[in-house]
């Protein structure tokens, strides 16, 4: 295990690099209230920082020479924490719902599933449709087919099928997404 040498501060674990953990040997710098002083060497640019008060934090590292900007650090990774915190809460995840349906469906029942499943579209989630055969019904597999090809019609305008109708095992399986 290295030892670090005495009086010397660990390297920051996450987030921006600040004052002396600035690894170029010079920067733009960036004023507090967003001046640019031009290119200068962050050890200047660090001293000028510590005169009013605040931290010379990099802000764009991958620039030629890296930016740099006078800030207060703790300030600087909450306000980052907070943008993270709310781009992560209005995230939606895709989820997929399933829908069960017979090939010798009624038309209210028809409908209930319909309405379910344009809601489902509408929320922004997948859709899986499957078809379930039970007994004899697995003769008449084009039954089950119209009853797909229906739904892929009447979900036309708000879907797209991602995966066609296909036969697995005793079930006929769709799943349709939002456009």
């Not at 005169?51 to 030629?64: F, I, K, T």
């Not at 207060?72 to 990774?77: A, I, M, S």
């Not at 036969?167 to 799943?175: K, S």
Request: aromatic share 6%; proline share 6%; charged share 30%.
């Amino acid at each position: 295990m290295m030892r670090r040498p005495h009086g010397q501060a660990a390297m920051p674990m996450s987030g921006p690099r600040y004052n002396e953990f600035i690894q170029s040997p010079r920067v733009r710098v960036i004023d507090e209230n967003g001046e640019n002083l031009g290119v200068m060497y962050t050890r200047q640019a660090m001293e000028q920082a510590q005169e009013v008060g605040l931290d010379l934090v990099e802000v764009s590292p991958n620039a030629d020479p890296p930016v740099a900007k006078f800030l207060d650090v703790g300030k600087y990774k909450y306000e980052a924490q907070k943008k993270a915190n709310l781009a992560r809460k209005t995230q939606k995840t895709q989820e997929i719902k399933e829908i069960k349906l017979r090939p010798n469906i009624d038309q209210h029942d028809y409908d209930t599933k319909m309405k379910k499943i344009v809601q489902f579209l509408e929320d922004g989630d997948k859709v899986k449709v499957t078809l379930r055969f039970r007994g004899r019904e697995m003769a008449h597999g084009q039954l089950g087919m119209q009853v797909m090809q229906r739904v892929q019609a009447d979900t036309q305008e708000i879907a797209k099928v991602e995966q066609h109708p296909r036969m697995e095992g005793r079930q006929m399986l769709m799943v349709v997404a939002p456009k």
